[in-house]
């Protein structure tokens, strides 16, 4: 039974990933679900872009461990040198982690 007093994150690994100017990204989305039946959903209107901070290759025996390259993390991509702050939260280009608006 699911216990409707707890947050709950719904997601699926995707084995070709669509790429943003060939890195791996998230989208991180808020939405209201007031009911299913009829659906009433409401998005809010800002978000967030997360990207790695190593090009995507599909993953190898050399590769799979490059977290930076396979995952969107933040904890895990801000540590690597190239990350990239976002300067600018009107600027939806610039950074690894950026305002979806």
Same mark, same amino acid.
């Given at each position: 039974?699911?216990?409707?007093? *707890? *947050? ?8 070709? +990933?669509?790429?943003? $100017?060939?890195?791996?990204? /998230?989208?991180?989305?808020? @939405? ?20 790695? *901070? @190593?090009?995507?290759?599909? +993953? ?11 995952? *969107? &993390?933040?904890?895990? &991509?801000?540590?690597? +040198? $190239?990350?990239?702050? &976002?300067?600018?939260?009107? /600027?939806?280009? /610039? ?7």
């Amino acid at each position: 039974p699911i216990d409707y007093n *707890t *947050t709950l994150v719904a997601q699926r690994y995707i084995a070709k +990933p669509y790429l943003l $100017d060939g890195y791996k990204f /998230d989208l991180r989305l808020y @939405v209201l679900v007031l009911g299913c039946d009829p659906l009433r959903v409401f998005l809010h209107e800002q978000g967030l872009v997360r990207l790695a *901070t @190593v090009p995507y290759v599909a +993953p190898t025996q050399k590769n799979l461990l490059k977290q930076t390259m396979h995952l *969107t &993390n933040y904890a895990i &991509n801000v540590k690597n +040198p $190239d990350f990239e702050e &976002n300067t600018n939260p009107e /600027d939806s280009h /610039d950074g690894h982690k950026r305002s979806l608006q």
